[in-house]
């Protein structure tokens, strides 16, 4: 008889988790068991399968119902993403499941703490900054690039409780400058916590694994340099693609500029889906497709999201 993968957990988080949804998926079943115990772990599994919250049960779990720290070492769990859009809505998908695991915890009379969240990026106003350096949150959400400026100011101090460190999209940092800044600023973070990081890395494309558990594990002394252990959990599989070529033009000896052939189809595309996404060449493209869209269907069908537009655009 197999075990139950939520058996490790508390009974008000397994609970609520049973109420949420009809049972986890291949990834989590597959990921607790490492995470759970402690161990840095590096998860490959599909968009949609729970990798994010494969991630962070175990330190959700840990926050609600362990003691309560003082003040200044309550920031326990770090979550750095690539993608600023992404550790947005990371910061608002972890509201459900904390809200749902301590109602479930009132029911039962369990005593809870509940954990605080803040997202720190470039967006992050200076007065917010400020207020969560003096009153640190449990869970710190932030990119790459702010994590380096926070270990560059007084901020600092508020990484030093710091126990778990999970990597969103890991495949987008591995081989690149971002990753190796990264990766030094994961060390810098580990020397102010003096222990070492439980680190959990996760992405849907991330290959060759065993290289980017090297990545993610980082290693200590100078010779021989020893990488530190990773387990890996593949929790892969193939896609199902679906993949046409259509040709918006009758005649192509002499289209001209295809775009207007093309915006029909597109907008059919989008309405006929829930989510649609539109891969162009460059920022100036996807700015006058997306206008070219909403004019065709007389109302707001489609945005061009970079780094590039306005903040409250962004968030919208």
Not at 223 to 244: E, M
Request: net charge positive; glycine share 6%; with cysteine.
């Amino acid at each position: 008889m197999a075990l139950d993968p939520l058996g490790a957990f508390h009974p008000a988080v397994a609970e609520w988790f049973r109420d949420a949804f009809p049972r986890p998926t291949r990834a989590q079943e597959r990921a607790w068991p490492e995470i759970v115990a402690g161990r840095s772990t590096l998860l490959l599994a599909p968009t949609g399968s729970g990798k994010t919250l494969a991630a962070f049960l175990a330190a959700l779990e840990r926050l609600l119902f362990a003691a309560v720290p003082s003040k200044h070492a309550r920031c326990r769990v770090l979550y750095v993403s690539p993608l600023r859009a992404l550790a947005v809505d990371v910061e608002k998908n972890l509201r459900a499941p904390l809200a749902g695991i301590a109602q479930v915890a009132g029911r039962r009379g369990d005593a809870i703490h509940l954990p605080t969240v803040a997202l720190r990026t470039g967006d992050t106003p200076q007065p917010e900054r400020a207020r969560m350096a003096r009153t640190p949150p449990d869970i710190l959400i932030t990119t790459p690039e702010s994590l380096y400026l926070i270990l560059s100011s007084e901020a600092r101090a508020i990484l030093r409780s710091v126990e778990v460190a999970i990597l969103d999209e890991i495949h987008a940092l591995v081989g690149t400058k971002r990753g190796a800044h990264l990766a030094l600023s994961l060390e810098r973070v580990e020397e102010l916590a003096g222990r070492p990081l439980q680190r959990i890395g996760l992405s849907a494309t991330q290959r060759p694994l065993e290289e980017v558990a090297r990545f993610l594990g980082g290693g200590e002394g100078a010779t021989p340099w020893q990488p530190r252990p990773v387990r890996i959990v593949d929790a892969g599989a193939n896609k199902a693609f679906d993949l046409r070529v259509e040709v918006p033009a009758d005649d192509m000896s002499s289209p001209g500029s295809l775009w207007p052939s093309i915006h029909p189809r597109l907008l059919e595309l989008v309405r006929a889906h829930r989510t649609t996404i539109l891969f162009v060449n460059n920022r100036r493209l996807a700015e006058r497709l997306a206008a070219a869209l909403n004019e065709l269907a007389g109302e707001d069908v489609a945005r061009a999201p970079h780094g590039s537009i306005a903040r409250a655009q962004r968030l919208a």
